[in-house]
C-alpha cells in the first residue's frame, strides 16, 4: 500500500510562488499516475492536475493553466506541484494522490490520499 505525505504549502502573498511536495513510501510508486487535488473551506474537493507514469503526459484543471506545473520523480518517489502567479482564490488545502482508473478529473478515481498541505494566498 503506498502512504502519501504533502508538505510545502504555506502563507504566501498573491502573485507569489510556493511548491509542494508529496512523498510516498513503498516501491510502487512510478507504477502510478499521481494527482493534486484542492479544498477550499465549504467546497468540493477538486482536481488540480495529474501527471503519468513517466512525466510524459500532464492534465491541468482549467484554472491553474499556465499558473501551476506538475513533476515528479520517480527516484527519490515524490511528485511535485509548482504554483506560480497565486490568487487568493487557491487557498486551499492540498492533496496528492495516486490513480486507480477512470478519468483523472474526478476525485472517485484516486485512492492513498494523504493528510493535505494548507496553502493561504492573501490579497
Known amino acids: 500500500q503506498v502512504q502519501l505525505v504533502e508538505s510545502g504549502g504555506g502563507l504566501v502573498q498573491a502573485g507569489g510562488s510556493l511548491r509542494l511536495s508529496c512523498a510516498a513510501s513503498?516501491?510502487?510508486?512510478?507504477?502510478?499516475?499521481m494527482g493534486w487535488f484542492r479544498q477550499a473551506p465549504g467546497k468540493e474537493r477538486e482536481f488540480v492536475g495529474a501527471i503519468t507514469l513517466n512525466g510524459g503526459t500532464l492534465h491541468y484543471a482549467n484554472s491553474v493553466k499556465g499558473r501551476f506545473s506538475i513533476s515528479r520523480d520517480n527516484a527519490r518517489n515524490t511528485v511535485y506541484l509548482q504554483m506560480n502567479s497565486l490568487k487568493p482564490e487557491d487557498t486551499a488545502v492540498y492533496y496528492c494522490a495516486r490513480h486507480v482508473g477512470g478519468s483523472y478529473y474526478e476525485r472517485k478515481n484516486f485512492a492513498s490520499w494523504g493528510q493535505g498541505t494548507q496553502v493561504t494566498v492573501s490579497s
Open positions: 513503498g516501491r510502487t510508486f512510478s507504477s502510478y499516475v
